[in-house]
């Protein structure tokens, strides 16, 4: 019998769940745990179930199990293929989706998936929320991840109790299915731009002779400081790349971007050269690294290294 811990905050306890539990999922499946809700795990590599089943909640064997009792059935998988295989293959929710239950998928995916996968439940008398996530591992960990939601604002409504206080810091209702995926790349595109140009600037110092470690505290004394800078720039300059978001899925966020910038004839030329560097580093075979090593593109070309000196 697996150890069940002392609820905390959550309003009320709900049967839920959890499908894919890698470097968010388990973090968010512990959280629900940790707050009183009986959680349902299932990620195809059991092992990782098992780990977090320990702390309550029970292993399913597939997506359809963990989703038979369940009101509320969270999906965090890496990308649209994942989607599909754990929401229409063989044994998958589809088979067992209760009428009235909500399916919360918070993977970072297409809108045009969402709009199938919502379309499939729909037909089974369930309903959908986009619900992609920001913020990495350690804000799953601590119920701090800030939430976009797309789907019906009632849906969304009867289980804001999950969201904000729960897992989330914050949720924003962004508007009908698909408007959750869509803000997720938007977010990331816009991250991704943003550490680019930290990338190059931080290049060029060290090229030039700048202690990179000192540019960089330039730069967030003036108004060039900047969240992401914030998150991503000591660990660049110690040369820590351990994955908080490994490239591999970043790049594969960048390509959803590309694709929806041009079904809507939108014109992301900084989009589409970083997209390139992208592609750099997973040829180079840093896809299992942390995003932020992105810099080792332009460092190699650069023949320098960026790392705080002082
Ligand atoms: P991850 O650690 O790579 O976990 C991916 C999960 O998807 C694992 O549970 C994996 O199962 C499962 N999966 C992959 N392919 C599958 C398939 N064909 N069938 C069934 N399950 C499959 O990724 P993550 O960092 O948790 O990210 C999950 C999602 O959140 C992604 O869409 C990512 O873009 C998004 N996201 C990540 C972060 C971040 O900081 N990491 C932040 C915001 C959003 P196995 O364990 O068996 O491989």
Do not use: W
């Not at 992401?228 to 966020?253: A, C, H, W, Y």
């Amino acid at each position: 019998m697996a150890k069940m811990t002392k609820r905390t905050e959550c309003f009320m306890a709900r049967t839920i769940g959890f499908i894919g539990l890698g470097l968010m999922g388990r973090g968010m499946a512990r959280t629900l745990i940790r707050k009183g809700h009986r959680v349902s795990l299932y990620n195809r590599t059991r092992a990782k179930a098992e780990e977090v089943a320990s702390l309550g909640g029970k292993v399913a064997a597939t997506p359809a199990e963990a989703a038979r009792e369940a009101e509320v059935v969270f999906t965090m998988v890496s990308d649209p293929p994942a989607l599909f295989e754990v929401v229409e293959s063989k044994d998958g929710i589809l088979d067992t989706i209760r009428p009235g239950a909500v399916v919360i998928d918070s993977s970072t995916v297409s809108p045009q998936a969402t709009l199938r996968v919502a379309e499939r439940l729909k037909a089974k008398g369930a309903s959908m929320l986009d619900a992609p996530v920001f913020g990495s591992k350690n804000e799953a960990e601590s119920g701090q991840l800030g939430f976009m939601i797309g789907g019906d604002r009632k849906v969304f409504d009867s289980v804001q109790d999950l969201f904000e206080g729960c897992l989330g810091k914050s949720a924003r209702y962004i508007g009908p299915q698909g408007m959750g995926a869509y803000a997720k790349l938007v977010f990331n595109l816009t991250i991704c731009i943003m550490l680019q140009g930290l990338n190059e600037g931080l290049t060029l110092a060290a090229k030039a002779g700048i202690d990179p470690g000192l540019m960089y505290d330039v730069l967030m004394g003036g108004r060039a400081k900047a969240g992401i800078f914030e998150f991503k720039g000591p660990s660049v300059l110690q040369r820590d790349f351990t994955p908080f978001f490994p490239l591999k899925l970043m790049n594969k966020d960048l390509k959803l971007a590309l694709d929806a910038a041009h079904a809507l004839a939108v014109p992301m030329p900084a989009l589409a050269a970083i997209k390139e560097v992208f592609s750099s580093a997973m040829a180079a075979g840093q896809a299992e690294e942390d995003f932020s090593s992105t810099i080792k593109v332009l460092e190699r070309q650069a023949g320098v290294e960026v790392k705080r000196r002082s």
